[in-house]
């Protein structure tokens, strides 16, 4: 549970509090439920009931959930309009939409659910714009609104950095033709030169050593003044990885897990890669994890199309390594304030 609470003088105090946790959260006006592992099932029956693409990376129920362990927000829901509507609650008192409402409903009744809720926040937020938002929508998703004529007056949709990539997960299954070449080698190499490496399925004892190498990795990317996202929602998709139907592979080289890579099938019929994790210094290691977990869906699901693996910020290394696996679907991401 995200932590908004004093600290407490006994055990049973803090317990008792940890129950009431779970009820509903009264903000105002509006009582919301706070999002919990068992809410999988509602949220995916509302994605696919949703008329709009809902292939926002961040917007997926695994991320949700394991974004709402963070002492810096809580993630709370209230169906409204008979759309489900998720939103943020921020440890400074701010309440935003954390993505798009799910449900059905065409582009009228989608903004109408997103003005009202919205309105509701710019009143709770004390008539702050500038705190009032989606926190974030993709480029098919901002054409699906302004197909409502109101949606310009009522909002105001600014860039941000980075493009959303969806991969194409048959093409990196096979890795086949010449626009593969450079992967191809590579994960021939890593093959060659690492023949004793298992690529397994992950196990609950597996967890410490992918804790460690997830420390490796923030480490590495500190010395190089490397912003690491992922210090909360990587332990808790982890640790819960039965709850959230996630996939995680492990490669192991001996005793030591050297690379890490997990995501999973969505209600939309597609994919997701969540998490990627590697130890420095093996050639081929980082190509090898996502065509090997390519092909795992494939396998489980060889009706799956795309694998959205989320944003590369827009310039440098993440943006060149995404590139490498020559994404089908390229998508601009959004925030959307009221006007």
């Known amino acids: 549970m995200p932590n908004f609470w004093p600290v407490f003088k006994t055990f049973r105090e803090a317990s008792l509090l940890i129950e009431r946790a779970s009820d509903p959260i009264q903000l105002g006006r509006w009582s919301l439920e706070r999002i919990k592992l068992t809410d999988i099932e509602m949220y995916s029956e509302y994605i696919k009931a949703t008329e709009y693409p809902a292939n926002l990376w961040s917007s997926n129920f695994p991320y949700l959930w394991a974004s709402s362990q963070s002492n810096l927000r809580e993630i709370l829901w209230k169906v409204v309009g008979d759309m489900l509507v998720?939103?943020?609650?921020?440890?400074?008192?701010?309440?935003?939409?954390?993505?798009?409402?799910?449900?059905?409903?065409?582009?009228?009744?989608?903004?109408?659910?997103?003005?009202?809720?919205?309105?509701?926040?710019?009143?709770?937020?004390?008539?702050?714009?500038?705190?009032?938002?989606?926190?974030?929508?993709?480029?098919?998703?901002?054409?699906?609104?302004?197909?409502?004529?109101?949606?310009?007056?009522?909002?105001?949709?600014?860039?941000?950095?980075?493009?959303?990539?969806?991969?194409?997960?048959?093409?990196?299954?096979?890795?086949?033709?010449?626009?593969?070449?450079?992967?191809?080698?590579?994960?021939?190499?890593?093959?060659?030169?690492?023949p004793d490496v298992i690529i397994r399925r992950y196990r609950t004892d597996d967890y410490d050593n992918l804790?460690?190498?997830?420390?490796?990795?923030?480490?590495?990317?500190?010395?190089?003044?490397?912003?690491?996202?992922?210090?909360?929602?990587?332990?808790?998709?982890?640790?819960?990885?039965?709850?959230?139907?996630?996939?995680?592979?492990?490669?192991?080289?001996?005793?030591?897990?050297?690379?890490?890579?997990?995501?999973?099938?969505?209600?939309?019929?597609?994919?997701?890669?969540?998490?990627?994790?590697?130890?420095?210094?093996?050639?081929?290691?980082?190509?090898?994890?996502i065509i090997e977990f390519a092909r795992e869906l494939n396998r489980i699901n060889p009706a799956l199309e795309l694998m959205n693996v989320g944003s590369d910020l827009g310039t440098g290394g993440l943006r060149d390594y995404k590139l490498k696996f020559r994404p089908v679907l390229n998508l601009k991401r959004y925030q959307v304030f009221i006007q």
């Open 86 to 194: 998720t939103f943020g609650h921020s440890h400074k008192n701010t309440l935003y939409l954390f993505c798009l409402p799910f449900g059905k409903g065409n582009p009228g009744q989608v903004v109408d659910v997103l003005h009202q809720c919205l309105q509701y926040c710019y009143d709770w937020n004390h008539q702050e714009k500038s705190r009032t938002l989606v926190r974030m929508a993709n480029e098919c998703q901002l054409k699906f609104l302004r197909n409502c004529p109101e949606f310009e007056q009522l909002f105001q949709a600014v860039t941000l950095q980075g493009i959303e990539r969806h991969f194409d997960i048959k093409k990196l299954a096979a890795i086949y033709g010449k626009d593969f070449r450079n992967i191809r080698s590579r994960v021939n190499k890593f093959t060659r030169e690492n």
């Open 211 to 289: 804790i460690e190498l997830g420390n490796h990795w923030a480490t590495a990317a500190e010395k190089r003044n490397l912003v690491v996202f992922d210090k909360v929602y990587y332990r808790e998709l982890i640790k819960h990885c039965d709850a959230l139907k996630h996939i995680i592979l492990v490669f192991q080289k001996g005793p030591q897990i050297i690379g890490t890579v997990a995501g999973g099938e969505l209600p939309t019929g597609q994919a997701w890669g969540s998490i990627i994790k590697y130890e420095a210094g093996i050639s081929g290691l980082s190509e090898t994890l």
